[in-house]
C-alpha cells in the first residue's frame, strides 16, 4: 500500500497469503466494506486438503482492492479480517 494518496486518487492495496503446505487455496469471495475513514475486508478462499506424502506445492493467494475517491484528507485504515479472528490494519495518509 502506498505511504500517501491524495483525495482525488484511487486507492489499490493488495493482499496476499500462503497456505500450509498440503492445504492448497483459490479465491473465494470477499466483503468489503468502506465508511468515510476505513475500509474493512474480509477473504474467504475455497480450499483443497491432499493427503499423502507428496502434496503439490500451493502458491500465494491475492485479493486487489481498489477503492474510488473521494477519500477524507488524514488517514485512512484498511482493516482486514484473518481465519485466527485477528485483523490486520494498515493505514496511507490522504492528503487534500
Do not use: K
Not at 497469503?17 to 476505513?38: M, Y
Not at 502458491?59 to 485512512?76: L, S
Amino acid at each position: 500500500m502506498p505511504d500517501s494518496i491524495r483525495a482525488t486518487d484511487t486507492l489499490v492495496a493488495y493482499l496476499s497469503g500462503r497456505p500450509d503446505v498440503g492445504n492448497c487455496f483459490s479465491e473465494g469471495e470477499a466483503n468489503v466494506q468502506r465508511d468515510s475513514a476505513r475500509v474493512f475486508v474480509t477473504v474467504w478462499a475455497d480450499a483443497s486438503q491432499y493427503y499423502g506424502s507428496n502434496p503439490p506445492p500451493c502458491g500465494v493467494v491475492g485479493y486487489r482492492y481498489e477503492g474510488a475517491p473521494p477519500f477524507m484528507p488524514g488517514w485512512f485504515v484498511v482493516v482486514v479480517g484473518q481465519p485466527d479472528s485477528t485483523v490486520f490494519a494498515d493505514s496511507v495518509r490522504v492528503v487534500g
